[in-house]
């Protein structure tokens, strides 16, 4: 049974999942790619701050294709959150308390996530068009130049996705090996 989720999350929320949950996620996430996340990153270094504000939010690793006619966005999957390691640790310490991706993560992000008491949450790849329909407003909030790689605001309900890291560190690209190693 799937655990539904709230965004903004609670630091309760957060430890209360574990690698392998399936949750459903509602609320208000943000997109980013790599393309932002150096922006929002060198933004951040010359003292004017994230476009966004991150604390307790959920950054959704993806880059939205445009919108067909009468609907809200077009196909909406996960990127390889691989491309925002080397920005990751920075968004975490600085308030951000989720990631929404695919692929696994280098241990620097692992340590920051243990850190923050943070978690990563995976979607699945290929299934952009069937996440688009959880996705019931988006609107561009900054770096409209980037196109598809803008940072948007999106409203979501009942978001699938799997609790790949948790808040301790237990990464579930690392249970699972072992687990299909041991059969």
């Avoid at 600085?94 to 992000?109: C, D, F, I, Q, Y």
């Avoid at 996530?113 to 329909?133: E, M, P």
């Avoid at 948790?166 to 990464?171: K, S």
Wanted: aromatic share 6%; net charge negative.
């Amino acid at each position: 049974m799937p655990i539904h989720i709230q965004v903004p999350l609670t630091q309760d929320a957060i430890k209360n999942l574990k690698a392998g949950d399936s949750v459903l996620i509602s609320g208000v996430i943000y997109t980013a790619r790599d393309a932002a996340h150096e922006r929002m990153v060198e933004s951040y270094q010359k003292g004017e701050g994230f476009p966004i504000n991150i604390n307790r939010q959920l950054i959704y690793y993806a880059g939205p294709c445009p919108a067909k006619p009468g609907e809200v966005i077009g196909s909406c999957g996960p990127t390889t959150a691989g491309r925002m390691d080397k920005f990751t640790p920075l968004l975490l310490d600085n308030g951000l308390s989720a990631m929404l991706g695919k692929g696994s993560r280098t241990k620097e992000v692992v340590e920051a996530i243990k850190r923050n008491t943070a978690v990563y949450f995976g979607a699945i790849g290929g299934a952009g068009a069937l996440i688009a329909q959880c996705i019931t407003e988006a609107e561009v909030v900054a770096y409209d130049d980037l196109g598809t790689e803008a940072i948007r605001k999106l409203t979501v309900k009942d978001l699938p996705a799997v609790v790949l890291i948790d808040c301790e560190g237990n990464d579930l690209y690392v249970t699972g090996q072992t687990m299909y190693k041991q059969e």
